[in-house]
């Protein structure tokens, strides 16, 4: 029961079109998210510092928002997880040779742990890249802490294609086909 206005499931989980006027709520999941994973001694991903603390990554988010299509999940009305879809990847990883929508700021509230904010969020996107008529769509993630996330992006029926690097950071871009409308 999607729409291009938005879509709610059965558990009263309900997706959003989002907006620049979001920035203060994906900066609060993203921060929330970096304070979850320090908290448990996993740093690697995204650091000790909170993204809205950081120049640089409050640019990139608000880059992403203004460019892209962002979506917000709520459960019972409170922000559960965001992602936004662009045409393309970042600049650290090569445009794909066709065609693409790509995943960017995944992030969910760890409140809502277990009610499948981030495969909502990504059967979504899917349902927007098809219903664009584009039958590509790609994310990248951060592929070390035994690579749990490049697990759960396989697990929602992404491939793994190719891996990359920005410094030490070491990361896995994945693919899925989502069979384009016609």
Same mark, same amino acid.
């Given at each position: 029961?999607?729409?291009?206005?938005?879509?709610?499931?059965?558990?009263?989980?309900?997706?959003?079109?989002?907006?620049?006027?979001?920035?203060?709520?994906?900066?609060?999941?993203?921060?929330?998210?970096?304070?979850?994973?320090?908290?448990?001694?996993?740093?690697?991903?995204?650091?000790?510092?909170?993204?809205?603390?950081?120049?640089?990554?409050?640019?990139? &988010?608000?880059? !992403?928002?203004?460019? *892209?299509?962002?979506? =917000? @999940?709520?459960?019972? $009305?409170?922000?559960?997880?965001?992602?936004?879809?662009?045409?393309?990847?970042?600049?650290?990883?090569?445009?794909?040779?066709?065609?693409?929508?790509?995943?960017?700021?995944?992030?969910?509230?760890?409140?809502?742990?277990?009610?499948?904010?981030?495969?909502?969020?990504?059967?979504?996107?899917?349902?927007?890249?098809?219903?664009?008529?584009?039958?590509?769509?790609? &994310?990248?993630? !951060?592929?070390?802490? *035994?690579?749990?996330? =490049? @697990?759960?992006?396989? $697990?929602?029926?992404?491939?793994?294609?190719?891996?990359?690097?920005?410094?030490?950071?070491?990361?896995?871009?994945?693919?899925?086909?989502?069979?384009?409308?016609?």
């Amino acid at each position: 029961m999607e729409s291009a206005t938005g879509s709610g499931t059965e558990d009263g989980m309900r997706i959003r079109p989002g907006s620049s006027a979001d920035l203060p709520l994906v900066l609060g999941l993203l921060d929330g998210a970096v304070a979850w994973l320090v908290a448990r001694g996993l740093t690697g991903q995204w650091g000790t510092e909170p993204w809205s603390a950081r120049p640089k990554a409050v640019a990139k &988010v608000e880059r !992403y928002l203004a460019e *892209g299509a962002p979506w =917000v @999940a709520e459960i019972g $009305g409170e922000p559960a997880g965001t992602l936004t879809l662009t045409h393309g990847p970042g600049p650290e990883v090569a445009p794909a040779d066709e065609p693409e929508r790509y995943v960017h700021l995944l992030v969910t509230d760890r409140r809502f742990a277990g009610r499948g904010v981030g495969g909502a969020l990504l059967a979504h996107a899917a349902e927007e890249t098809r219903r664009a008529g584009v039958d590509l769509l790609r &994310v990248d993630c !951060y592929a070390g802490n *035994g690579g749990r996330l =490049v @697990a759960f992006y396989t $697990g929602q029926g992404f491939v793994p294609t190719e891996p990359f690097a920005v410094g030490d950071w070491h990361g896995q871009v994945l693919a899925r086909r989502v069979g384009a409308a016609t």
